[in-house]
């Protein structure tokens, strides 16, 4: 058996990965008898299998990518998807506008005067997005998996935003969202507003219109969530559902549209789609015994905090399903402090962006223990100010857009890379016990068998561990402020 030790150093906000080949010995040679400072690894017990990690092609990561040169623009893919990439396997594909689109668009103009949608295309998509997956496709070393998702039906389909319910009600103009007043008397894309009932089977339509013609692209689509972000109404792209909605909208519209055109048992349909505080609940709301068959998977975001209990109780409630993390990206633009950075830049980029690279390694090990199965990343990449996008500020992101046409990874892709590189789609969680929460780990198996230990220790101080497992003795340094993957091959 040998044994590997990659730890990533972070100096002044760049990546140093450091490889070490480390000794194993027999439990029953250790000079002294192991009890303290242990991490047991246990891989006859296992729980679910791990899927594949991944990104968001929007609209603005691909047009980003399309003005590289054809030279870069190939190596920044291959970063994500090639051999000595990431291994991306899955990708999220928002349908119609998101907020990280260059404006808002729809497939259909005008559904009102086109109700048959016989005006339906994909011209804007095929302007950068679907480019630039097919290029990512025959880059990839794995099979890619695509998520559709909706941010908003058309305006013309939906209720004026209400005042309670919308994000600015909420938080006013004091982090920038407010570009102008929001009209309540208007329907639009942005700002909530939610689906007319009379238009359930016209949106239903649209949405099996939508896979259908990424499908005959070519796209390998297999997943489609309802809804991004349920109970958003922000003032880009969005549309409220209360869990009843969306549940009527499923059974009675949607999955049966979805058997009509063939795409039951190839396009998985999942729900929530947001956040993770209440996705026990709305899972609880809308899975009962006649729409269980109809749902493939949950997915959910990061923003509302860790939740990695609710994941748990959510695995443990449904077990049979999916559990996708879908979204998560940092609050501020590439090296700036402060929620959308709005507020200055007290601190150094290299800080900043260590910060992130942490959170993302801590919700992936929080959520991997809790039991997700898939995980996928917000854009892909952006601008140094956070965007393209057709609304003010922006988000961080693990690879930067330079002005001069070239990019940069930032710290968060070589922390993403610990677990996506390492833990093989198909791969099984083990179990484990640590002695300390100095540290934060996680364990899988992969298919041929090489086990996988990801260690985060975020703190200030150098840290040492044996590892213990079937009678053998791994020791393993971790120094501060840094992620380690140990694999045993």
């Known amino acids: ?66 003005k590289m040169d054809a030279e870069t623009r ?9 051999a000595q990439g990431n291994h991306v396997k899955f990708l999220r594909v928002h349908m119609d506008s998101c907020d990280y689109s260059l404006e808002e668009y729809a497939a259909v103009e005008d559904p009102i005067a086109d109700p048959e949608l016989n005006t339906f295309s994909l011209k804007r998509d095929h302007q950068y997005i679907i480019p630039m997956l097919k290029e990512a496709m025959e880059l990839s070393t794995e099979p890619l998996s695509v ?14 935003p209400e005042k309670p319910q919308n994000d600015l009600s909420v938080y006013g103009a004091m982090f920038g969202f407010q570009v102008e007043p929001v009209d309540y008397t208007k329907p639009s894309r942005c700002n909530g507003g939610t689906l007319k009932p009379e238009y359930y089977g016209s949106w239903a ?7 259908q013609a990424y499908l005959e692209e070519g796209i390998p689509v297999t997943m489609m969530s309802i809804q991004n972000e349920s109970i958003a109404a922000t003032n880009w792209d969005s549309c409220v559902w209360t869990s009843a909605q969306q549940k009527t909208f499923l059974r009675d519209y949607l999955y049966p549209a979805f058997q009509e055109s063939g795409l039951t048992g190839k396009v998985g349909i999942y729900i929530w789609d947001h956040n993770k ?13 006649v729409t269980n068959k109809m749902v493939e998977g949950i997915a959910f975001h990061w923003y509302s905090g860790d939740h990695f209990e609710a994941v748990e109780l959510t695995r443990n409630a449904f077990p049979s399903k999916i559990l996708m993390s879908s979204e998560c990206c940092a609050l501020h633009p590439p090296g700036k402090s402060g929620f ?15 910060e992130d690279a942490v959170a993302y390694a801590h ?3 929080g959520n991997l223990n809790a039991g997700m199965n898939r995980w996928i990343d917000w854009n892909l990449i952006v601008d140094k100010d956070g965007g393209p996008r057709h609304v003010p500020s922006g988000f961080a992101a693990p690879m930067v857009a330079n002005d001069d046409g070239t990019y940069r990874k930032n710290l968060s ?44 220790n975020k703190n200030n101080d150098d840290v040492k561990y044996a590892i213990r497992m079937n009678g053998q003795v791994i020791r393993v340094n971790l120094p501060a402020r840094t992620l380690s993957t140990v694999v045993l091959s």
């Open 363 to 365: 919700d992936l090990i």
């Open 340 to 354: 959308m950075g709005l507020f200055g830049s007290i601190k150094l980029p290299e800080t900043v962006e260590f």
């Open 74 to 82: 190939k190596k920044a893919l291959e970063d994500y998807f090639g």
């Open 1 to 66: 058996m040998d044994c590997k030790q990659i730890t990533t150093f972070s100096v002044n906000g760049v990546a140093y990965p450091k490889q070490y080949d480390i000794p194993i010995t027999r439990e029953t040679d250790e000079p002294t008898h192991l009890e303290s400072d242990v991490l047991n690894l246990y891989p006859d017990i296992t729980f679910q299998i791990i899927e594949g990690f991944g990104g968001a092609m929007t609209e603005s990561s691909a047009y980003l990518l399309s």
């Open 147 to 160: 998520l559709l998702s909706p941010w908003s039906p058309p305006a013309a389909w939906k209720t004026p």
């Open 413 to 456: 892709f070589d922390f993403i890379r610990h677990f996506s590189k390492y833990i093989l789609p198909g791969a099984v969680r083990i179990g484990f016990s640590r002695c300390s929460d100095k540290v934060e780990m996680t364990a899988a198996k992969n298919p041929d068998s090489s086990i996988v230990t990801v260690l985060l």
């Open 277 to 289: 505080e209440r996705v026990l609940e709305y899972s609880r709301d809308i899975i009962d015994e």
């Open 205 to 211: 339509k649209y949405l099996v219109k939508f896979v």
